[in-house]
């Protein structure tokens, strides 16, 4: 086993840890009976903050996915 293979599988296995805690974090899209017994206020502020928070986990859930695929395809190669 060389070294390239030690290191891309480490990496490998760090991404695909930050990959499961980004899909993880990501709220559900169903907020029917939750929503009502929560009693959240839907105020304006409270959407665009939760909104820019979805949206950078999705973003973070893409490059971590991108970055995973191309070192699966470099492993590949390499080795």
Do not use: H
């Not at 304006?44 to 986990?57: I, N, V």
């Amino acid at each position: 086993m060389g070294t390239f293979e030690i290191v891309f599988g480490i990496l490998l296995c760090i991404i695909s840890l930050g990959i499961v805690v980004a899909v993880l974090m990501q709220p559900g899209k169903d907020k029917r009976l939750s929503g009502a017994i929560a009693g959240t206020a839907d105020t304006y502020f409270g959407k665009s903050k939760a909104a820019r928070k979805e949206q950078k986990l999705s973003n973070l859930t893409v490059v971590l996915c991108v970055v995973f695929l191309v070192l699966i395809v470099a492993m590949y190669c390499i080795v």
